[in-house]
């Protein structure tokens, strides 16, 4: 039989989500934050979660700074083009998880949201592995990114992983997501955050107002 050489491409498809490590002195600073903060922000979550705070985004702008792009040069690699997007953090939050709470499939507002895990429990660790041996489920502390009508054949349509400390997932604000629970008595903690690219005052926070119109500030200054 004859052998040839066939070129093929496959076609990029999908949202555009990157996973990396935040600098530790920036987890040390949520965390340092987050352990001071008493102003509650659950009623705006779709998290099932007893105590999540407000966080003041103003503070880390170097590292968000930095994150974002990050993200814009993957954006720009995934779709192929040059992308390049001033982001404004709108909400910045921390979520403080405990055994059987959970984040039910949700999205959010904006148009970038994301993900840092300040602390991963030892236990919640084992119980993941554990469940791994006899199961081809995303395990318990888990988190899910999913789009479309579910499994199809011949196609992803789901990720899941299970973060370690210092683990930073940022995703289109659009994109569906959960997080699993776990039974462990022990406290994971989060923080979330949206991102928006414009003046959009419905999404934002008291500080996420006062941040944004400093940036624009800045750029017309710049201007």
């Given at each position: 039989m004859e052998t040839r050489e066939i070129a093929y491409r496959t076609l990029r498809w999908g949202p555009c989500v990157i996973q990396l490590k935040a600098r530790k002195e920036f987890v040390a600073a949520l965390l340092a934050e987050a352990d001071k903060s008493t102003i509650s922000y659950g009623d705006r979550l779709a998290g099932h979660l007893k105590k999540e705070v407000k966080l003041d985004s103003a503070n880390y702008e170097n590292y968000f700074t930095e994150m974002f792009t990050v993200y814009n040069h993957a954006l720009s690699e995934w779709l192929g083009k040059k992308e390049k997007i001033p982001y404004i953090i709108s909400d910045l939050w921390c979520n403080f998880q405990r055994?059987?709470?959970?984040n039910p499939p949700h999205n959010h507002s904006g148009i970038l949201s994301f993900v840092i895990y300040l602390k991963v429990?030892?236990?919640?660790?084992?119980?993941?592995?554990a469940h791994e041996k006899t199961k081809k489920s995303a395990g318990p502390g888990s988190i899910s990114f999913f789009m479309g009508d579910g499994d199809k054949k011949n196609s992803i349509t789901n990720n899941s992983f299970f973060p370690q400390e210092g683990?930073?997932?940022?995703?289109?604000?659009?994109l569906k997501h959960w997080v699993y629970p776990y039974k462990s008595n022990v406290v994971r903690i989060s923080v979330s955050g949206n991102v928006v690219n414009s003046f959009e005052i419905k999404y934002f926070s008291e500080e996420g107002i006062k941040h944004a119109i400093k940036d624009i500030e800045k750029k017309h200054k710049n201007d």
């Open positions: 055994a059987n709470e959970f429990p030892e236990a919640i660790k084992k119980e993941c592995k683990d930073m997932f940022i995703f289109p604000a659009w």
